[in-house]
């Protein structure tokens, strides 16, 4: 019988970001996750979902997950029209 070795999810997270081409395109992607991460926070935070924003926005749901999820880089209107819908400030900076 063979047996496999079972790891977590950080196991294998902190493994993968050992590979230099892993970790360039990780922290390459940091700018969408931070903004994925910071809409999640506020959708909480109003305790609202997916559903009703995407009705009060008339953006899909699938454009606020693919936001959310870092795969999409949604333009500035869109960002403000969540940002207004959420009556939240939308904030840019460079650092």
Known sequence: MNKQKLYTF???FKKRLEDPKFKKEWDKSEPERLLGHSLMEMIIKR???YKKLAKKT???EE???DIILGFTNPKLSLLKK???S???KLVLRFE
Request: net charge negative.
């Open 10 to 12: 950080d196991e294998d």
């Open 47 to 49: 305790k609202t979902d």
């Open 58 to 60: 008339k953006i899909s």
């Open 63 to 65: 454009t606020i997950g």
């Open 82 to 84: 969540l940002a207004s």
């Open 86 to 88: 959420l009556d939240s």
